[in-house]
């Protein structure tokens, strides 16, 4: 699986020196710009992981970014910004999932940081999928439910036969209840 990290700092020198220890942690791709308007292109050209923010950019502090950033992307956000800073920064950015670090960084707390973030991020995937999953289950359910009213309503079944006949359909079409019931329902709502 590849990692990909959007790195936006306005000093050249500092850039390479948070690229270097990014190449440490196995980053397939480290794109390094210098403006959040650049940043903004690149995010919809590219999908990144994580975006890490050395405060002040070069045309903007960095904050709006990265709220606009964690409102459409699911990506892990880093603002480095200086001490005397760090909990003005928290305080705007709220609740949303971004870490604020303050400056001087060091290598551990960084690091720490990025891992911190790529782990948040792999945890959330795994929930989405959950998710998607329980949502297209109580689809399934859905359906299942309005063939069964349709084989009550047009065919006088009792619930319990409606749902051993959408069972048996399945098992001998080889298909899924919900696909059987969607059949039912596509029958007797035309009449």
Do not use: W
């Not at 699911?74 to 400056?103: H, N, Q, R, T, Y």
């Amino acid at each position: 699986m590849s990692r990909n990290v959007l790195l936006i700092c306005r000093k050249k020198e500092i850039g390479r020196a948070l690229t270097d220890i990014l190449r440490e942690m196995d980053f397939d791709l480290i794109d390094v710009l210098t403006s959040g308007a650049e940043g903004r292109r690149r995010l919809q050209q590219t999908e990144y992981d994580l975006m890490i923010m050395n405060t002040p950019l070069g045309d903007e502090f960095g904050v709006e970014l990265a709220i606009d950033v964690l409102d459409h992307y699911s990506i892990g956000v880093l603002l480095i910004v200086k001490k005397e800073l760090a909990e003005m920064v928290e305080d705007k950015i709220g609740d949303l999932p971004a870490l604020v670090l303050p400056k001087p960084v060091n290598r551990y707390h960084f690091q720490q940081s990025v891992r911190f973030l790529l782990a948040s991020r792999h945890q959330m995937e795994k929930l989405q999928k959950k998710n998607e999953v329980l949502l297209k289950k109580m689809d399934d359910l859905k359906m299942i439910y309005r063939g069964k009213l349709c084989l009550m309503g047009y065919l006088d079944m009792t619930e319990e036969q409606a749902h051993r006949y959408i069972q048996k359909q399945a098992m001998d079409m080889r298909l899924k209840p919900a696909e059987v019931a969607l059949n039912i329902v596509k029958t007797y709502e035309r009449k």
